[in-house]
Protein backbone atom coordinates (compact mmCIF):
# COMPACT_ATOMS: atom_id res chain seq x y z
CA UNK A 1 0.00 0.00 0.00
CA UNK A 2 1.64 3.38 -1.24
CA UNK A 3 1.83 6.30 1.62
CA UNK A 4 -1.04 8.17 0.12
CA UNK A 5 -3.12 5.14 0.48
CA UNK A 6 -1.72 4.56 4.27
CA UNK A 7 -3.07 8.69 4.90
CA UNK A 8 -6.53 8.52 3.17
CA UNK A 9 -7.43 4.84 5.27
CA UNK A 10 -6.24 6.60 8.68
CA UNK A 11 -8.43 9.67 7.81
CA UNK A 12 -10.86 7.31 6.87
CA UNK A 13 -10.83 5.56 10.33
CA UNK A 14 -10.46 9.03 11.99
CA UNK A 15 -13.71 10.40 10.19
CA UNK A 16 -11.31 13.39 9.06
CA UNK A 17 -10.83 15.05 5.59
CA UNK A 18 -7.67 15.33 4.14
CA UNK A 19 -5.70 18.73 3.65
CA UNK A 20 -3.70 19.28 0.76
CA UNK A 21 -1.64 22.45 -0.21
CA UNK A 22 0.05 23.12 -2.81
CA UNK A 23 3.30 25.41 -3.27
CA UNK A 24 5.81 25.88 -6.34
CA UNK A 25 9.11 24.25 -5.42
CA UNK A 26 11.42 27.23 -4.98
CA UNK A 27 9.24 29.81 -4.22
CA UNK A 28 9.31 32.73 -3.06
CA UNK A 29 12.84 31.61 -2.19
CA UNK A 30 15.03 28.53 -3.44
CA UNK A 31 16.32 27.83 0.23
CA UNK A 32 12.62 27.74 2.03
CA UNK A 33 10.70 25.41 0.76
CA UNK A 34 12.14 22.22 2.73
CA UNK A 35 11.23 24.26 5.94
CA UNK A 36 7.73 25.70 4.59
CA UNK A 37 6.73 21.59 3.64
CA UNK A 38 7.84 20.64 7.25
CA UNK A 39 5.83 23.63 8.33
CA UNK A 40 2.84 22.92 6.46
CA UNK A 41 3.50 18.87 7.68
CA UNK A 42 3.21 20.10 11.08
CA UNK A 43 0.22 22.52 10.54
CA UNK A 44 -2.00 19.60 9.68
CA UNK A 45 -1.36 19.36 5.99
CA UNK A 46 -1.88 15.26 4.98
CA UNK A 47 -0.74 15.51 1.79
CA UNK A 48 1.92 18.21 0.28
CA UNK A 49 1.78 18.86 -3.27
CA UNK A 50 4.80 20.51 -4.45
CA UNK A 51 4.97 22.44 -8.25
CA UNK A 52 7.79 21.89 -10.65
CA UNK A 53 8.50 25.43 -12.15
CA UNK A 54 7.31 25.28 -15.73
CA UNK A 55 7.41 28.27 -18.10
CA UNK A 56 4.24 27.50 -19.89
CA UNK A 57 1.61 26.27 -17.15
CA UNK A 58 -1.23 26.56 -19.07
CA UNK A 59 -3.73 25.68 -16.62
CA UNK A 60 -2.35 28.07 -13.73
CA UNK A 61 -3.55 31.39 -13.37
CA UNK A 62 -1.43 34.62 -12.54
CA UNK A 63 -0.51 33.67 -9.16
CA UNK A 64 1.11 30.10 -9.86
CA UNK A 65 2.05 31.44 -13.08
CA UNK A 66 4.34 33.90 -11.11
CA UNK A 67 5.69 31.79 -8.82
CA UNK A 68 6.86 29.47 -11.71
CA UNK A 69 8.41 32.25 -13.20
CA UNK A 70 10.39 33.34 -9.81
CA UNK A 71 11.38 29.81 -8.93
CA UNK A 72 12.63 29.22 -12.75
CA UNK A 73 14.50 32.89 -12.41
CA UNK A 74 16.24 31.19 -9.32
CA UNK A 75 17.42 28.33 -11.33
CA UNK A 76 14.71 25.65 -9.88
CA UNK A 77 14.46 22.50 -12.24
CA UNK A 78 13.50 19.30 -11.83
CA UNK A 79 16.79 18.12 -10.27
CA UNK A 80 16.61 20.91 -6.92
CA UNK A 81 13.33 19.86 -7.12
CA UNK A 82 13.82 16.33 -6.31
CA UNK A 83 16.60 17.23 -3.93
CA UNK A 84 14.26 19.41 -2.14
CA UNK A 85 12.03 16.24 -1.85
CA UNK A 86 14.91 14.43 -0.68
CA UNK A 87 15.85 17.09 1.66
CA UNK A 88 12.05 17.11 3.09
CA UNK A 89 11.80 13.08 3.43
CA UNK A 90 14.82 12.89 5.75
CA UNK A 91 12.85 15.01 8.42
CA UNK A 92 9.27 13.58 7.55
CA UNK A 93 8.49 9.89 6.81
CA UNK A 94 4.90 9.87 7.02
CA UNK A 95 3.61 12.87 4.93
CA UNK A 96 3.22 11.87 0.83
CA UNK A 97 4.63 14.39 -1.10
CA UNK A 98 2.84 14.80 -4.89
CA UNK A 99 4.99 16.15 -7.80
CA UNK A 100 2.18 18.73 -9.84
CA UNK A 101 3.24 19.84 -12.88
CA UNK A 102 4.13 19.10 -16.62
CA UNK A 103 4.89 16.85 -19.23
CA UNK A 104 8.14 19.13 -20.44
CA UNK A 105 10.63 19.06 -17.29
CA UNK A 106 9.43 15.19 -16.94
CA UNK A 107 10.65 14.32 -20.46
CA UNK A 108 13.12 16.72 -20.74
CA UNK A 109 14.86 14.84 -17.77
CA UNK A 110 14.73 11.75 -19.26
CA UNK A 111 16.09 12.97 -22.43
CA UNK A 112 19.03 13.85 -20.04
CA UNK A 113 19.73 11.05 -17.67
CA UNK A 114 18.17 8.22 -19.87
CA UNK A 115 14.88 6.85 -20.63
CA UNK A 116 12.83 6.18 -17.05
CA UNK A 117 15.40 8.24 -15.40
CA UNK A 118 12.54 10.50 -14.18
CA UNK A 119 10.30 8.21 -11.93
CA UNK A 120 13.67 6.31 -10.97
CA UNK A 121 14.42 9.57 -9.29
CA UNK A 122 11.65 10.26 -8.11
CA UNK A 123 11.19 7.02 -6.24
CA UNK A 124 15.08 7.56 -4.56
CA UNK A 125 13.69 11.11 -3.60
CA UNK A 126 10.47 9.95 -1.83
CA UNK A 127 8.42 11.10 -4.03
CA UNK A 128 5.01 9.35 -3.67
CA UNK A 129 2.64 10.67 -6.47
CA UNK A 130 2.70 12.54 -9.66
CA UNK A 131 -0.18 14.81 -11.14
CA UNK A 132 1.28 15.58 -14.85
CA UNK A 133 -1.37 18.44 -16.25
CA UNK A 134 -1.24 16.99 -19.98
CA UNK A 135 -0.84 14.14 -19.35
CA UNK A 136 -4.78 13.06 -20.29
CA UNK A 137 -5.24 9.28 -19.16
CA UNK A 138 -5.67 7.41 -22.60
CA UNK A 139 -2.04 8.86 -23.85
CA UNK A 140 0.04 7.78 -20.45
CA UNK A 141 -0.63 4.42 -19.73
CA UNK A 142 2.58 3.48 -20.00
CA UNK A 143 3.99 6.46 -17.52
CA UNK A 144 1.45 5.59 -15.21
CA UNK A 145 2.34 1.41 -15.16
CA UNK A 146 5.52 2.70 -14.65
CA UNK A 147 4.55 5.07 -11.87
CA UNK A 148 3.21 2.47 -10.25
CA UNK A 149 5.83 -0.54 -10.68
CA UNK A 150 7.79 2.09 -8.78
CA UNK A 151 5.65 2.29 -5.59
CA UNK A 152 4.21 5.86 -6.93
CA UNK A 153 0.53 6.78 -7.64
CA UNK A 154 -0.35 8.57 -10.86
CA UNK A 155 -2.90 11.46 -10.13
CA UNK A 156 -5.26 12.85 -12.39
CA UNK A 157 -7.56 15.77 -12.92
CA UNK A 158 -11.33 15.73 -13.47
CA UNK A 159 -12.97 18.60 -15.21
CA UNK A 160 -16.69 19.98 -14.55
CA UNK A 161 -16.68 19.06 -18.15
CA UNK A 162 -15.49 15.73 -17.83
CA UNK A 163 -17.87 13.31 -19.07
CA UNK A 164 -18.74 9.75 -17.63
CA UNK A 165 -16.53 8.14 -20.13
CA UNK A 166 -13.84 10.72 -19.23
CA UNK A 167 -14.37 9.49 -15.68
CA UNK A 168 -14.76 5.94 -16.03
CA UNK A 169 -11.28 6.32 -17.93
CA UNK A 170 -9.57 8.04 -15.22
CA UNK A 171 -10.79 5.87 -12.83
CA UNK A 172 -9.45 2.64 -14.73
CA UNK A 173 -5.92 4.31 -14.54
CA UNK A 174 -5.37 6.63 -11.45
CA UNK A 175 -4.34 5.32 -8.17
CA UNK A 176 -4.01 7.45 -4.70
CA UNK A 177 -6.58 10.15 -5.33
CA UNK A 178 -8.57 11.88 -7.77
CA UNK A 179 -8.54 15.83 -8.29
CA UNK A 180 -11.04 17.39 -9.39
CA UNK A 181 -11.21 21.22 -10.66
CA UNK A 182 -14.04 23.05 -9.39
CA UNK A 183 -13.75 25.54 -11.81
CA UNK A 184 -13.97 25.99 -15.62
CA UNK A 185 -10.70 28.02 -15.72
CA UNK A 186 -7.16 28.43 -14.95
CA UNK A 187 -6.00 28.16 -10.81
CA UNK A 188 -7.19 30.68 -8.69
CA UNK A 189 -9.74 32.11 -11.04
CA UNK A 190 -13.88 32.42 -10.79
CA UNK A 191 -16.01 31.89 -7.50
CA UNK A 192 -16.05 28.50 -5.85
CA UNK A 193 -19.51 27.05 -7.11
CA UNK A 194 -20.44 24.52 -3.84
CA UNK A 195 -23.49 23.35 -5.15
CA UNK A 196 -22.12 22.37 -8.71
CA UNK A 197 -19.60 20.47 -6.84
CA UNK A 198 -21.58 18.93 -4.90
CA UNK A 199 -23.72 17.11 -7.82
CA UNK A 200 -20.31 16.19 -9.29
CA UNK A 201 -18.65 14.53 -6.59
CA UNK A 202 -20.76 12.24 -6.88
CA UNK A 203 -20.87 10.92 -10.01
CA UNK A 204 -16.76 10.97 -9.95
CA UNK A 205 -17.06 8.42 -7.08
CA UNK A 206 -19.61 6.26 -9.04
CA UNK A 207 -16.92 5.82 -11.03
CA UNK A 208 -13.58 5.86 -9.25
CA UNK A 209 -12.51 4.14 -6.30
CA UNK A 210 -9.85 6.50 -4.75
CA UNK A 211 -10.45 9.00 -3.11
CA UNK A 212 -11.63 12.67 -4.47
CA UNK A 213 -10.21 15.95 -3.80
CA UNK A 214 -11.72 19.31 -4.90
CA UNK A 215 -9.16 22.28 -5.56
CA UNK A 216 -9.53 25.13 -7.73
CA UNK A 217 -11.13 28.34 -6.01
CA UNK A 218 -10.82 27.37 -1.97
CA UNK A 219 -8.95 30.44 -0.31
CA UNK A 220 -10.81 30.46 3.06
CA UNK A 221 -11.97 27.87 6.01
CA UNK A 222 -15.32 28.82 4.75
CA UNK A 223 -15.23 27.36 1.50
CA UNK A 224 -12.59 24.19 2.69
CA UNK A 225 -15.44 23.27 5.15
CA UNK A 226 -17.99 23.57 2.53
CA UNK A 227 -16.54 20.85 -0.16
CA UNK A 228 -14.87 18.93 2.72
CA UNK A 229 -18.54 17.84 3.32
CA UNK A 230 -18.97 16.27 -0.07
CA UNK A 231 -15.24 15.52 -0.76
CA UNK A 232 -12.74 13.44 0.64
CA UNK A 233 -9.56 16.28 0.34
CA UNK A 234 -8.99 19.89 -0.24
CA UNK A 235 -6.55 21.64 -2.32
CA UNK A 236 -5.49 25.06 -1.51
CA UNK A 237 -2.98 26.47 -3.73
CA UNK A 238 -3.47 29.68 -5.03
CA UNK A 239 -4.04 31.41 -1.75
CA UNK A 240 -1.27 30.04 -0.16
CA UNK A 241 1.10 31.05 -2.62
CA UNK A 242 -0.40 34.09 -2.67
CA UNK A 243 0.08 34.74 1.52
CA UNK A 244 3.74 34.28 1.30
CA UNK A 245 4.57 35.62 -2.05
CA UNK A 246 5.44 39.10 -0.51
CA UNK A 247 6.85 37.82 3.03
CA UNK A 248 10.43 37.74 4.27
CA UNK A 249 12.46 34.36 3.67
CA UNK A 250 12.30 34.63 7.86
CA UNK A 251 8.55 34.21 7.56
CA UNK A 252 7.92 31.97 4.88
CA UNK A 253 7.13 29.10 6.64
CA UNK A 254 5.64 30.29 9.79
CA UNK A 255 2.40 32.56 7.87
CA UNK A 256 2.13 29.14 5.60
CA UNK A 257 1.42 27.62 8.89
CA UNK A 258 -0.91 29.77 10.41
CA UNK A 259 -2.87 29.85 7.17
CA UNK A 260 -2.91 25.64 7.56
CA UNK A 261 -3.57 25.38 10.55
CA UNK A 262 -6.54 27.62 10.29
CA UNK A 263 -8.10 25.43 7.77
CA UNK A 264 -7.08 22.33 9.61
CA UNK A 265 -8.91 23.06 12.31
CA UNK A 266 -12.08 24.35 10.35
CA UNK A 267 -11.89 20.82 8.26
CA UNK A 268 -11.71 19.13 11.78
CA UNK A 269 -14.55 21.08 13.18
CA UNK A 270 -16.95 18.79 10.98
CA UNK A 271 -18.62 15.88 12.40
CA UNK A 272 -17.22 12.53 11.36
CA UNK A 273 -21.03 11.42 11.65
CA UNK A 274 -22.46 14.55 10.10
CA UNK A 275 -24.16 13.44 6.77
CA UNK A 276 -23.54 14.65 3.53
CA UNK A 277 -26.02 17.07 2.07
CA UNK A 278 -26.43 19.56 -1.01
CA UNK A 279 -24.27 22.85 0.22
CA UNK A 280 -25.76 26.24 -0.11
Not at 39 to 66: C, H, N, R, T, Y
Not at 149 to 176: K, N, Q, Y
Amino acid sequence: MSRIARTFDRLRAEGRKALIPYVTAGDPYADVTVELMLALAQAGADVIELGVPFSDPMADGPVIQKASERALARGIGMAQVLEMVRGFRSRDEHTPVVLMGYANPIERYDQRHGEGAFIAAAQDAGVDGVLVVDYPPEECETFAARLKAHGLDPIFLLAPTSTDERIREVGRVASGYVYYVSLKGVTGAGHLDTSAVAQMVPRIRACVSVPVGVGFGIRDAESARAVARVADAVVIGSRLVQLIEQEPRDRVAATGARFIAEIRAALDSLSAKEPAHELA
